[in-house]
């Protein structure tokens, strides 16, 4: 059995968003990668031929061909072939722009594992398409390609959330998705499982247990994420104080605004504004040139 213990994703780390590794593996039975300490990064791999499995803490994930699995960091995780089977996937380890962190919310969760089937072969080709321009843009150490590898895995993020959010959509529970669109109009006030429960004319018991069906995540969970997204546009797109976009979004206190900000995207809000603005200044440097 190839079997890889300690494989050299968990030793990598980086300061700031990008690609870390790439790759399109086909792999016979008898492959294994165990990871007992997860890894730094994230991992997302999409499976375009046979057949493989994910271990977690929770128990196996089957992947056919067809499913994307996204991994957070610090997981504890291993992946093999099964038995009979060649498995063939595309994988990135990477840490994840700001941005993308909302688009990479797969409907399908088995504990810290997310998954999602993609049915449409247009989609599924795209996805393959994307993710080998990434694995190889990235093997090249020049700044310029290491962004095109960057906007390809965006591209693999954009695709998801488009198929995820029409999936969910579709499917989710009429009084959720109005709780949702409530919710997103109004960041800035305070709300409670009991106000929220009585505008979807349901018991607060009932709507939190409902809202986690639905959505995969508690109230509190959600409300947060929200709020975070909208202050990562409020950060690159104006020059308001920290404290004031901390207000502006919902939080009361801006300590605890910039503990959950750093928590969700690996960076402090006045970090992140840094290095957006060096960002902007370097795409408009390149296109002066």
């Known amino acids: 059995m190839a079997e890889y213990l300690d494989d050299s994703a968990v030793d990598l780390y980086t300061l700031n968003p990008g690609i870390i590794l790439a790759g399109d593996y086909m792999q016979p039975h008898g492959y294994r990668t165990r990871r007992p300490e997860g890894t730094r990064d994230w991992l997302i791999t999409f499976t375009y031929g046979g057949r493989?499995?994910?271990?977690?803490?929770?128990?196996?994930?089957e992947c056919r061909e067809g499913d994307v699995v996204l991994?957070?960091?610090?997981v504890r995780h291993d992946y093999e072939t099964p038995e009979g089977e060649v498995?063939?996937?595309?994988?990135?380890?990477?840490?994840?722009?700001?941005?993308?962190?909302?688009?990479?919310?797969?409907?399908?969760?088995?504990?810290?594992?997310?998954?999602?089937?993609?049915?449409?072969?247009?989609?599924?080709?795209?996805?393959?398409?994307?993710?080998?321009?990434v694995i190889r843009d990235s093997t090249d150490a020049d700044p310029l390609q290491q962004r095109l590898a960057a906007n390809a895995l965006e591209e693999v993020a954009l695709l998801l959330g488009?198929?995820?959010?029409?999936?969910?959509?579709?499917?989710?529970?009429?009084?959720?998705?109005?709780?949702?669109?409530?919710?997103?109009?109004?960041?800035?006030?305070?709300?409670t499982i009991?106000?929220?429960?009585?505008?979807?004319?349901?018991?607060?018991?009932?709507?939190?247990?409902?809202?986690?069906?639905?959505?995969?995540?508690?109230?509190?969970?959600?409300?947060?994420?929200?709020?975070l997204r909208h202050a990562v546009r409020?950060?690159?797109?104006?020059?308001?104080?920290?404290?004031?976009?901390?207000?502006?979004?919902?939080?009361?206190?801006?300590?605890?605004?910039?503990?959950?900000?750093?928590?969700?995207?690996?960076?402090?809000?006045?970090a992140f504004r840094k290095s957006a603005g060096q960002r902007s200044r370097q795409i408009e440097a390149e296109t002066d040139d």
Do not use: C
């Open 87 to 133: 498995w063939r996937f595309v994988w990135a380890h990477f840490l994840p722009e700001p941005g993308w962190v909302d688009l990479l919310q797969l409907p399908h969760k088995k504990g810290e594992l997310l998954q999602l089937h993609v049915e449409q072969p247009v989609v599924r080709e795209r996805l393959l398409t994307a993710f080998r321009r």
């Open 162 to 191: 488009r198929y995820t959010a029409r999936f969910e959509r579709s499917m989710m529970d009429t009084r959720i998705r109005q709780t949702l669109d409530y919710l997103s109009e109004n960041l800035k006030n305070r709300h």
């Open 71 to 74: 991994l957070r960091p610090g």
């Open 234 to 270: 409020l950060l690159e797109r104006t020059s308001l104080p920290i404290a004031q976009v901390a207000e502006d979004v919902g939080f009361a206190d801006s300590f605890y605004f910039t503990k959950q900000f750093s928590a969700l995207y690996g960076q402090s809000p006045s």
């Open 52 to 61: 493989g499995s994910f271990g977690t803490d929770e128990g196996r994930s």
């Open 194 to 227: 009991g106000s929220l429960a009585e505008r979807a004319a349901l018991s607060p018991s009932r709507f939190a247990h409902l809202f986690k069906q639905e959505t995969g995540d508690s109230v509190i969970e959600t409300l947060l994420k929200m709020r």
